[in-house]
């Protein structure tokens, strides 16, 4: 069975559960199978599958040499897990050039998975074969947050060598491994290094321990590269750091594109997560079953002594709690304080998507929300219409079900670019599909705002029941819309004015009566959305990410009042009707 085969097969069987993975290894699986049907089906798929290439890298391990434990100086022989990740890697290509997809990898799995001999050893590939291949110098660096920790991997290809045929292809020093063909090298890099970035063009740079970086330097480093086929490789363990960017930007960001429920692709970085899942360790109980900690560690449970030294770690856990936190962090891969807050189930969300609305929704009353509380960034609308749908209650009543439209606005091209680096996320493709106006002005042109909203009700012929504001930003707008005639509500952003609203709307979602279309920018802002308790009551919180929830925040603004809409004209609205019509 050739190395594409053998993957495929390995994915099915984690997915299936015959080997043992953590939902988000699943979805990493799900990914791979997707990209083979893609390219096995689709002739305009602009990546090709070599197997060639993926089967070169597994040989070339098997040239190199354990260094430690009871396999050293034995030919390292790459497990199913390691293939899954490394032939990926290697083996996917771009059509266009023949170089490699990927640009970057993420990989977190719990200590003593060897990650630093899989790193070790695709760093020696890189600056022999791919350098030969290229014809070119490459840079490789080594980057922990101290020196030593740099040097983890940088030693691990030292002793790898020891041994192997390839030793006397290479040059050591202290401080440096070189190719002798082509002069390419690998170097550990020091705290100053990552600072400055002086003389470095990494066409590899391999981020140690992640979790610890308290800055992006060494991240930024990698992206500054100017070689054929750069690679920037992360490689951690989970933390206790939540204000790191490894926790807040990195293991984020990559659970979302590993989601199949979220709207975030990236087809340049390959991603691997394998931890314990939250069920399998909120009941602390459960980790009495061995079972689940091969979630974490795909190769430490796969021998004895790896066994025998978790086992120990968790009886040391269990008769002092203290410990147990490491226990969670370093052996069982878990974020441990990581907010177990966010606010929806971004699958029940997801199934709320239609490709076509069920209603005609011309003539119909809408409830418009704003979020108007960042005017130099991203600014939000929403627009929610209830109706009585067909389906029908226990107690025989149509249920009332609402249809939900998001826009959102940001001032200009620089504060564009600038929450498209931070947060990952593809604004300008958002602009392209219409969920996104620029409206080039220095701050968000609220009057602008105000026309699209206007505009949008025109064109459609919904009968504005009510604006929602936080007045906090919108004191002027909310005087000024009121003189023009339209119903303006205040809502504040407390937790006991927005938890029924807050409460209520992913009511209606789990329940499947929320309606929508497909809105990558909303999906986004969803999935960001954590909330704050407060004695029972709960909220979004602003505070809790530095990615925009701001569409989040005008929906639920809208559907405060939304919740309360009269399906039939009140009396008093009668009476007034009837005496200004020609009686």
Request: glycine share 4%.
């Amino acid at each position: 069975m050739n190395q594409y085969e053998n993957i495929k097969k390995y994915a099915k069987n984690c997915i299936s559960g015959e080997i043992i993975s953590c939902k988000k290894h699943k979805w990493a699986c799900e990914r791979f199978l997707k990209d083979a049907e893609q390219f096995e089906n689709n002739p305009d798929y602009p990546f090709y599958w070599s197997e060639e290439s993926a089967q070169n890298i597994v040989d070339w391990f098997a040239l190199l040499r354990h260094s430690k434990g009871v396999l050293a100086g034995q030919p390292i022989i790459l497990t199913d897990w390691q293939k899954f990740r490394i032939c990926q890697l290697y083996g996917w290509r771009r059509k266009k050039n023949g170089y490699r997809r990927f640009k970057k990898s993420f990989t977190e799995v719990a200590r003593k998975n060897a990650k630093s001999q899989e790193e070790a050893g695709i760093a020696l590939y890189e600056i022999s074969v791919t350098a030969t291949k290229n014809n070119e110098v490459c840079e490789e660096y080594t980057a922990g947050v101290k020196r030593d920790q740099s040097k983890i991997v940088f030693n691990e290809a030292e002793l790898m060598l020891r041994g192997s045929p390839l030793r006397q292809k290479f040059d050591i020093k202290r401080d440096e491994i070189k190719h002798a063909k082509t002069g390419s090298f690998i170097k550990a890099l020091s705290k100053e290094d990552g600072k400055s970035g002086d003389g470095t063009n990494p066409a590899g740079l391999i981020i140690d321990e992640y979790h610890q970086h308290p800055t992006t330097e060494f991240y930024d480093l990698g992206l500054g590269s100017n070689t054929k086929e750069p690679l920037l490789m992360i490689i951690t363990t989970a933390g206790v750091d939540l204000t790191y960017p490894c926790y807040v930007t990195e293991y984020t960001y990559c659970s979302k594109v590993l989601d199949p429920n979220v709207d975030v692709e990236n087809e340049e970085y390959l991603i691997d997560i394998c931890e314990m899942d939250e069920e399998d360790y909120r009941n602390l109980d459960n980790l009495e079953n061995e079972e689940l900690w091969k979630k974490a560690n795909p190769i430490r449970m796969t021998y004895d002594e790896g066994i025998d030294k978790i086992r120990g770690e968790y009886k040391i856990a269990k008769e002092i709690p203290e410990h147990m936190t490491a226990f969670l962090t370093k052996c069982l891969n878990v974020w441990v304080q990581a907010q177990e807050n966010g606010y929806m189930d971004m699958a029940k969300w997801k199934a709320c998507q239609v490709d076509k609305l069920p209603v005609d929704t011309k003539g119909m009353s809408v409830y418009v929300g704003f979020d108007m509380s960042a005017k130099i960034d991203l600014t939000s609308v929403a627009f929610i219409l209830p109706f009585k749908s067909e389906e029908k209650d226990a107690e025989g009543e149509k249920i009332i079900k609402y249809i939900i439209y998001s826009h959102s606005f940001i001032p200009n091209r620089e504060k564009l670019t600038e929450r498209k680096r931070k947060d990952k996320a593809d604004y300008d493709a958002w602009e392209r599909m219409n969920l996104l106006t620029v409206t080039d002005t220095p701050i968000v042109d609220q009057n602008a705002v105000m026309k699209y909203v206007k505009d949008t009700c025109k064109e459609h012929e919904w009968n504005i029941e009510c604006l929602c504001f936080d007045p906090a930003n919108a004191a002027k707008l909310m005087m000024d819309l009121s003189d023009e005639g339209y119903e303006v509500e205040e809502v504040y952003q407390s937790h006991k004015s927005l938890n029924e609203s807050t409460q209520g709307f992913r009511e209606q979602v789990y329940s499947g009566n929320i309606i929508y279309t497909y809105n990558p920018l909303l999906n986004f802002a969803m999935s960001n959305a954590v909330i704050r308790k407060n004695q029972g009551l709960i909220k979004i919180d602003k505070d809790a990410t530095t990615q925009r929830i701001d569409p989040v925040d005008a929906i639920l603004c809208a559907y405060k009042l939304a919740l309360y809409h009269e399906f039939t004209q009140s009396f008093l609205k009668s009476i007034d009707e009837y005496l200004e019509s020609d009686w």
